[in-house]
């Protein structure tokens, strides 16, 4: 996976999260809403936001089915703390009609002290067979220095693990000891 597409999915969805919570009326902070739509099935979303003296939040989801077997699920959230933490996450998960799954998500989250990313996705076909594979990447806002991990999960070749440093500049290093 490309480190430098995590941010930007993140940051759409997060977004879009953050769009259907300020369209609430201050008073109200929740929003939900559910109506039969043109393929047959049911459109539904809902969104919730917070202010107060601890940060800020704002989270949504929406379900969308059609009538024949088919579904997804979308779902963001945002939060902004009062001493400047941050946490984005974003997930869309798909079902078709003969019964294989997507699942896509991510998330990030940052303080003064470094950030985390992760993002990733799980796929079943409509024979049962699970396939999973997820990055995650952890910056030091002190060295620049960053740790990534990639994990991925099929049946053939059981669980796969690499760890892999990186320093400020983007080059490979030795990861240090435990």
């Known amino acids: 996976m490309n480190r430098s597409t995590i941010p930007t999915r993140l940051s759409l969805a997060a977004a879009a999260a953050l769009m259907l919570a300020t369209a609430l009326p201050a008073e109200a902070g929740r929003l939900a809403t559910a109506h039969r739509n043109a393929e047959g099935g049911v459109t539904a979303a809902r969104g919730a936001a917070r202010a107060g003296d601890a940060g800020e939040m704002a989270r949504g989801r929406r379900i969308v089915t059609d009538g024949q077997g088919n579904a997804a699920v979308t779902s963001g959230a945002a939060v902004d703390g009062a ?25 990030t989250a940052s303080n003064a002290k470094g950030s985390v990313e992760s993002a990733g996705h799980l796929d079943r076909d409509a024979d049962g067979q699970v396939t999973q594979n997820r990055t995650t990447t952890a910056t030091s806002a002190a060295t620049g220095n960053s740790v990534q991990r990639d994990t991925s999960y099929s049946k053939d070749t059981g669980v796969q693990r690499t760890t892999t440093c990186f320093d400020a500049g983007g080059a490979a290093i030795t990861c240090p000891s435990k």
Do not use: C, E, K
């Open 83 to 107: 001493q400047g933490g941050r946490f984005r996450r974003a997930g869309r998960t798909t079902r078709a009609a003969d019964g294989s799954v997507r699942h896509d998500s991510g998330m």
